[in-house]
């Protein structure tokens, strides 16, 4: 059974292992989905959220959770990268969820890892989610640097959706889901802190001993752009989702 603790403004649920973690996840958003169809869902890639997704496509072919007025905008993608190269977030979404539930695939956005014009792409990306509504609820995973989407040690916290350059423990911890390690991009298109703190909810996924310490660090450090993580702390509605591996230090 999940144990749950208030640390400061954050909400702490401590599962037993990654498939709880997936199963809190999942009942949190499909929650979300079934009081309001509409819902704006800001979305993570990764590891870490591959479980959820899985269990939100089984509920929706099992329990008719229905995605179909749902829409969602992705944190991140990598510069250089089109939507149909195998490594990029637009295609990891499609195979790891879009694909297999009932969402209109119009009203699901990645940032452009090919603009032409990168600045305007940004702006767009943040009056866009503006236009929407603002996220109602916005995924995360944690970086074992602290990082939150591609929001890297340094990262203020107004930060806004723009050009980032990815740092060298990021490009070795991605480095294992390309064939070619030397493939990794090295500079992406993130939302900024900014950006993700004015979503109306923030759920936080994280798995394993090597992200123990940025848990930690993010939960009770001080505030600062460091551990870019620990600007949730500010947040009136933030809950972390880790098992006990990740928990370790809290
Ligand atoms: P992971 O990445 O889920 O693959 O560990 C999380 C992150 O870097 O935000």
């Known amino acids: 059974m999940a144990e749950q603790k208030q640390m400061g403004k954050i909400k702490v649920i401590v599962c037993q292992d990654k498939q709880e973690v997936a ?11 079934r009081e309001n169809p509409a819902i704006v869902m800001g979305l993570a890639t990764g590891g870490t959220p591959v479980g959820m997704y899985k269990k939100l496509i089984q509920m929706h072919k099992e329990e008719a959770l229905d995605f179909s007025r749902a829409s969602s905008f992705n944190l991140d993608e990598y510069l250089g990268l089109s939507g149909d190269h195998d490594q990029s977030y637009r295609y990891f979404m499609d195979e790891n969820l879009f694909n297999h539930i009932n969402i209109d695939k119009s009203k ?71 064939e070619d390690g030397s493939q990794v991009p090295r500079k992406a298109v993130t939302m900024g802190i900014g950006t993700i703190l004015e979503a109306k909810k923030i759920v936080l996924l994280a798995t394993g001993s090597n992200k123990a310490d940025a848990v930690t660090k993010a939960i009770k450090g001080s505030v ?11 947040h009136p509605d933030c809950t972390f989702i880790i098992d006990r591996e990740a928990a370790t230090g809290l």
């Open 108 to 178: 699901t956005r990645v940032p452009d890892g090919k603009a032409q014009d990168t600045q305007m792409s940004c702006r767009k990306y943040e009056e866009d989610i503006r236009a929407a509504g603002g996220i109602d609820m916005q995924l995360l995973g944690i970086g074992s640097n602290g990082h939150i989407a591609f929001n890297e040690p340094g990262s203020g916290g107004d930060s806004r959706t723009r050009v980032v350059d990815l740092t060298e423990g990021t490009v070795r911890d991605n480095a294992r889901f390309f």
């Open 224 to 234: 600062s752009s460091a551990v870019p993580a620990s600007f949730l702390q500010h």
């Open 23 to 33: 199963r809190e996840g999942a009942n949190i958003f499909a929650q979300a989905v």
